[in-house]
């Protein structure tokens, strides 16, 4: 059985570099990947150069916590730091947002993430690709979520990109 995921990518740190390896990683360990468009963000919690952030889905037979195993590796294996504070500049970020229906907060996973309704960088890209979906917890659709999203500050700008 296979089961439709959402991850959240981004990067500020060689932004162009780590995003277009990420998705070749993504396509190597998952298969088809849909993508969002890349945005340039501000930095949240900290003073740094902007990120860009996408949201990427696929399907997958494999269980969350081998999903979210898989994640770290790609992240390791592009220099990712986790000996630094959690806002601060990063090689590359992915966030398990949403596994299909699933609610789990256990091994250091947790779905749906609560980042999907609290930050524009991760709501206006799932809305794009996944627009119709609902969140697991709340029952609305993601682009109901972003249709109604009031967080002054918060200004995705999209970027032309090419992988």
């Known amino acids: 059985m ?3 995921v959402y991850v959240s990518v981004g990067s500020n740190v060689e932004r162009k570099r780590h995003i277009r390896s990420c998705i070749s990683a993504l396509r190597e ?3 088809d990947l849909t993508v969002s468009t890349v945005y340039q963000t501000e930095p949240v919690g900290f003073v740094g150069n902007d990120f860009y952030n996408l949201v990427v889905g696929f399907d997958t037979g494999l269980d969350v916590q081998a ?3 898989r994640l770290r590796q790609i992240e390791d294996a592009h220099g990712r730091r986790r000996d630094v504070p959690k806002f601060s500049a990063r090689t590359l970020d992915l966030d ?3 596994y299909g229906d699933l609610v789990l907060r256990e091994g250091g996973v947790q779905v749906p993430r609560d980042e999907i309704t609290r930050y524009a960088f991760v709501l206006c890209p799932l809305a794009e690709v996944a627009g119709d979906e609902r969140h ?3 029952g609305v ?3 109901e979520l972003w249709h109604h999203f009031k967080r002054p500050g ?3 700008r ?3 990109f090419e992988f």
């Open 2 to 4: 296979t089961v439709r």
């Open 29 to 31: 360990h998952f298969g």
């Open 67 to 69: 999903v979210a195993a």
């Open 96 to 98: 398990l947002l949403v």
């Open 136 to 138: 697991p917890v709340l």
């Open 141 to 143: 659709s993601f682009g």
């Open 154 to 156: 918060q200004r995705p």
């Open 158 to 160: 999209p970027v032309t």
